[in-house]
């Protein structure tokens, strides 16, 4: 893919256009998607704050090194509107979600920025304290043995399609108080995006405005029968003063649904796949396991968040003004991608940071964010990756691969990592 500099930049000597430049990785493709490491090692030592064109055609920053990472994910003057994007008219639309322009969902989390980010945020910030979470732990673990109920006497699976993409579906659905009789539709909806997350945005475009129509028609069914769901709680607060509009309430309940599943489907299909590379530390964390300790779980979580996590990178930002970051300018208008994944493997902030280490204790990945944005499902996110590592290993001992590792293929696109598919087998279990 061809790499631009800046016309308002000197001559990167990493340019690979440059006379006698060493010759830059190529980003995106599909090789490029199996394992982006070793082109974000490069970026790293080289480019570490990188102008390049993307394959949708906008040309944007990426910033790998782990504090230029954490600055840019603070700086306020990186605002998350895509209103500052100064987009030529072949870039329209070609940031954020497909189709959220059309569907009027722009109002979320994602899109804004401080006062209305603050209120939206505190408004939701309640279903995520660890005191909600803990409460709904119980049915994470019933869906998730219910789950794996449906493939145990197979002595096979696909890992992603039938469990780790159902679980966290049914899980955020019944979070917002979508009625069982209609989570199917979601999981349908949900599917579109993950097979056409790489490709043509037009698939993904129908998904969002069918969610958005059933989103509205539900918020207006919930206002005669509130319940002890978050969708209520959302009608609750607007009914209450706190100046929510119904485009608001349904944008958030869109992105809450949106940002909550597919994160945890790639938490759990890439730390089983990072398991089944590593199986030094599987072996660890299922004697563990065994043993009724949950220390190795928990810090394995994170390690796995950082290690190959299920954001690559983090979403758009747009300069509001001209700054510096990590030694290049960035002018008003441009857009910023912090490399989430690369940071998180920076050897001067991880010591062996392409060894993975479930028991590693300083670990302040970037896997969820940082700053005002800091994602808000993070416990939930939390919750779902353990309950669905530890009951797998658990009931499911002898969990392999069922192909070679090399013909796994990964979904491409932009902001996350994940797999198509896991193929994996086991000794049959009934129950």
């Not at 959220?100 to 945020?121: F, G, S, V």
């Not at 069914?221 to 209450?240: P, Q, V, Y």
């Amino acid at each position: 893919m061809h790499e631009q500099t800046s016309a308002n930049q000197p001559a990167d000597p990493a340019d690979p256009e440059a006379p006698g430049a060493p010759q830059g990785p190529t980003l995106f493709d599909w090789e490029f998607a199996t394992d982006p490491y070793p082109a974000y090692a490069w970026l790293r030592e080289h480019s570490p704050v990188h102008r390049t064109k993307l394959p949708s055609g906008v040309e944007a920053w990426l910033v790998t090194r782990y504090a230029d990472a954490r600055q840019a994910l603070a700086d306020q003057r990186l605002s998350k509107n895509p209103a500052h994007h100064a987009e030529p008219a072949h870039a329209k639309g070609k940031t954020g979600i497909p189709g959220e322009r059309k569907a009027e969902l722009m109002t979320h989390l994602l899109n804004i920025d401080p006062p209305d980010h603050t209120r939206l945020r505190r408004l939701v910030s309640k279903a995520f304290t660890p005191r909600r979470v803990a409460e709904f732990t119980p049915r994470v673990q019933e869906l998730t043995d219910h789950l794996i109920d449906g493939f145990c006497a197979k002595g096979e699976a696909d890992l992603i399609h039938e469990f780790a993409f159902p679980l966290p579906i049914y899980a955020i659905c019944e979070m917002l108080g979508v009625p069982r009789e209609d989570q199917d539709d979601f999981r349908d909806w949900a599917g579109m995006m993950i097979r056409h997350g790489g490709g043509p945005r037009g698939g993904v475009a129908r998904s969002v405005k069918q969610m958005r129509t059933y989103l509205g028609e539900l918020i207006h069914r919930k206002r005669d029968d509130l319940g002890n769901d978050l969708i209520s709680d959302l009608i609750r607060a607007s009914d209450h003063g706190d100046h929510l509009t119904e485009a608001e309430a349904t944008a958030m309940a869109f992105i809450l649904l949106f940002a909550g599943f597919e994160t945890t489907v790639n938490l759990i299909g890439n730390g089983v796949h990072s398991l089944f590379m590593n199986p030094l530390q599987r072996e660890r964390l299922q004697a563990a396991l065994a043993a009724g300790e949950r220390a190795l779980l928990e810090t394995g979580i994170e390690e796995l968040l950082r290690y190959d996590g299920p954001v690559e990178l983090a979403t758009w930002r747009f300069a509001t003004e001209p700054l510096t970051l990590g030694g290049c300018r960035i002018e008003t208008g441009d857009p910023v991608l912090v490399v989430l994944a690369a940071a998180d493997r920076d050897p001067e902030r991880f010591a062996d940071p392409d060894t993975l280490d479930l028991s590693r204790s300083d670990n302040q990945h970037l896997g969820y964010g940082h700053g005002i944005h800091y994602c808000l499902g993070a416990p939930l996110a939390r919750l779902e990756g353990q309950t669905a590592l530890a009951t797998l290993l658990t009931r499911l001992p002898d969990l392999e691969l069922a192909i070679p590792p090399a013909d796994l293929r990964w979904r491409g696109g932009l902001i996350m990592r994940g797999l198509r598919t896991l193929p994996v087998r086991f000794t049959p279990r009934n129950g």
